[in-house]
Structure formats: C-alpha cells, structure tokens
C-alpha cells in the first residue's frame, strides 16, 4: 500500500524566503509527527498531530516554524524567512494511534531543504 | 532529563560476526522503546520495539534487542552480520509528556554501522 509521502523531495531556497513542506501521511493514520534531521544531529522532534486535539508545538525552534493538518489528513510545515541553519531534511511521519503509545512511526522519505 | 543515549556514532564489524549497537535511556516511569534504521537516501523504517513482556525482542531482518532495566539500556543485537545490514540505526524511547496527554518518541543521535565484507 502508500507510504507517507513528501514533496518535495528537494527544495533550494534563498535565504530569507519562506518555503512549505507537504506532506501526506498513510491514509487512516491520526496521529502526523514532523522531525528535522541535520548532518550529524539525530532526529529533533518539531510538531505532533494527533486527531482533532490541539498540536503538541513545543518542538518548533523558533515562531518562524509553522504547521497545519487540513482535515486530519495533509500537513504543511512552513518556514517563513528561512536561515541557512534551516538547511536539513524534514522527515514526517504517521501512526495509527499513540493512544496505546505502541504504534510504530511509517516515515516518508522527507524533504531535504538547503537554503544558500 | 527523559532522554535517550546512543554512545558511539560508528560501529564497524566483519561481515559474519555478531553486531550489538548500543541504546541507554533516562525516563519518568515505564519507557517503551524502538530501534529504526536508515538506508541510504530513504526514510526510517521500523524494526522492533519493546512495550512490556519478555525482555529480548525479535524484529525485522534478524535482528532483537535486549531491555535491562536496571542498566536502562535497550541494546540492538544480531548473531551474524551482513553487508546489507551497513546502515544508520536509531534508537528511540516514548515518554509521557508533562501535560500527560501524550507521549512523544525522542530519537538517540544515531550510530553509523558498518559491515565489512
């Protein structure tokens, strides 16, 4: 079946434009995390969806970090007046719960964004 | 601090022998805890978690990890390695929040594993 899919997959940016990141998790999942991946830095944690409860935002580096899930489905990470510490892949995911906390994450391939 | 620890960021091993990726965590209360691993130029893929139960747990492609508790470690392991297993392991643990409505998957750094033929 789909995975979880990204667009785009890469994405060059002048610094101090803003860019958005879709992404569309594996259709009947609630629950759409996105994660930041820098070279050397692991997996940061920016933002979680789970249903129709208020987001878990506490991970957005700074208020240029924004997102949305229209619909319980689609999510746009927006990043307004990008910094080249921007520059990594955005990773997005999906589960079908987190109610159980026992769901494992199905990752998209993310979107690498480098910004000059 | 709830986080979780992944002390070397490269592991190599001759292919054949057994591999053992290290995994140490520090959380309020039960944790429950995930191995991922990355190819090259692709998303993390899933492959073995423990929640409760037997402390050795078997997942994808051979691979298990061992939960001890009182070393809070979830060590990722395999008997014999192949050149197919090089790739970018993560270990992750989930947490309750401090709002409690939820529990966020915390990511270790990542070790880098080579094998080699």
């Known amino acids: 079946g789909a995975g979880v899919s990204q667009s785009p997959s890469n994405k060059v940016t002048e610094k101090g434009k803003d860019v958005e990141l879709r992404c569309d998790p594996i259709s009947g999942h609630t629950a759409l995390y996105w994660y930041r991946q820098s070279l050397g830095q692991g997996l940061e944690f920016l933002i979680y969806?789970?249903?129709?409860?208020?987001?878990?935002k506490s991970g957005l580096p700074s208020d240029r970090f924004s997102a949305e899930r229209t619909g319980g489905s689609v999510s746009t990470l927006t990043i307004q007046r990008t910094q080249q510490e921007d520059s990594a892949v955005y990773l997005c995911a999906s589960s079908r719960r987190t109610g159980v906390y026992n769901s494992p994450l199905h990752f998209g391939n993310g979107t690498r964004l480098t910004v000059t | 601090a709830q986080s979780v620890a992944q002390p070397e960021d490269q592991v190599n091993v001759a292919e054949g022998n057994p591999l053992t990726v290290k995994c140490t965590y520090s959380?309020?209360?039960?944790?429950?805890l995930f191995w991922y691993v990355q190819y090259p130029n692709r998303g993390l893929q899933f492959l073995l978690k423990?929640?409760?139960?037997?402390?050795l747990v078997k997942g994808s492609y051979g691979f298990e990890a061992e939960f001890n508790k009182s070393q809070t470690s979830f060590h990722l392991k395999k008997p014999s390695a192949l050149v197919s297993d090089s790739a970018l392991y993560f270990c992750a643990v989930r947490y309750l929040i401090s709002s409690g409505s939820a529990r966020q998957l915390t990511f270790g750094s990542g070790t880098q594993l080579t094998v080699l033929p």
């Open positions: 423990y929640i409760t139960g037997d402390n």
């Open positions: 959380v309020s209360g039960n944790p429950y």
């Open positions: 969806f789970q249903g129709n409860s208020a987001p878990d």
